[in-house]
């Protein structure tokens, strides 16, 4: 494994670790004004939701590794504490990359990117309107980590109105995860695309505790062939299943395979697991756990 100390590496080396490593992340295509009435539009990655009473958005302009300057954005909100954070989807992803130019500070990068300001409701910054879901922000505090190269400004900012394309909407009035579309930042030049192929659901355990790890019978807890994803889901059941319906399970679903491997239990038992992982891929978890245990029945 390697091992580094942050304090020994070059930023540059140090930034596409972090990056590289920690994503996809979503980005805050944060829309600004400057003094003198001019737009600035700009992405970044640094950026994420971190409460709901009150709703808070954080993002971060970090100074530049190169040049040590900081960002129009990061001196526009110094100047004037508002912000929209337009969210990306795939329908403005090179849009949203062309904007990220290193345009002069006197340069509208609404007109250069080719994207439609409209206007806020509570503040002075202009939405995109191009954008799914457009979050109008006043900065509350803008949180300075560092005054060298790469140093993060932590922009915190709470949402004062929300507008939402309906098209984006289920019937139920919630955001559809598989309609919205959006990306994401990964290190060096590339994305993540979070459309349909590439989601799945997990149920969350909120109201249900699982058995855990330390419950698996070992025999199951050190297979070979069962992941750690896959014995998490078995240890996500709150009971194991009774002797009676494994008995049952294993005359109904599994008599084939042991007549056919009763002689050699080595076999047998590695047949099992894998069958078992099958229906795990197949979220069968209870059908998993009854031919686990049908092996010492």
């Not at 050699?264 to 795990?280: F, T």
Request: hydrophobic content about 40%; overall charge negative.
């Amino acid at each position: 494994m390697l091992t580094l100390d942050p304090k020994e590496l070059p930023i540059p080396k140090l930034h596409g670790y972090l990056l590289g490593a920690i994503g996809p992340r979503p980005i805050a295509f944060a829309s600004t004004i400057d003094e003198n009435g001019v737009n600035n539009l700009s992405p970044f990655s640094f950026f994420n939701v971190f409460s709901a009473a009150p709703p808070i958005l954080i993002f971060s302009p970090a100074r530049n590794g190169r040049t040590n300057t900081t960002k129009d954005t990061y001196n526009n909100v110094k100047n004037i504490p508002e912000v929209v954070i337009n969210i990306v989807n795939m329908d403005i992803l090179q849009q949203m990359s062309l904007s990220s130019s290193p345009f002069p500070s006197d340069v509208d990068e609404f007109v250069k990117a080719g994207l439609t300001p409209i206007a806020s409701d509570t503040i002075k910054p202009m939405r995109v309107l191009e954008a799914p879901v457009q979050f109008e922000c006043k900065v509350l505090e803008v949180k300075e980590l560092g005054t060298e190269g790469g140093a993060g400004n932590l922009v915190i900012c709470e949402v004062t109105k929300i507008h939402i394309h309906e098209d984006i909407l289920a019937e139920d009035g919630t955001i559809d995860q598989k309609k919205i579309n959006l990306v994401a930042r990964m290190g060096g030049n590339w994305y993540c695309h979070a459309n349909e192929a590439s989601m799945f659901e997990i149920t969350k355990p909120i109201t249900t505790i699982g058995i855990g790890f330390d419950q698996l019978p070992e025999d199951i807890r050190t297979s070979s062939i069962l992941s750690g994803n896959d014995l998490a889901q078995l240890a996500g059941v709150t009971e194991i299943p009774n002797e009676t319906d494994v008995n049952e399970y294993k005359l109904l679903e599994l008599s084939d395979l042991f007549l056919n491997l009763e002689d050699e239990p080595v076999k047998l038992e590695e047949a099992l697991h894998k069958r078992a992982k099958e229906l795990i891929t197949n979220n069968d978890i209870e059908g998993a756990w009854m031919t686990l245990l049908s092996f010492n029945d």
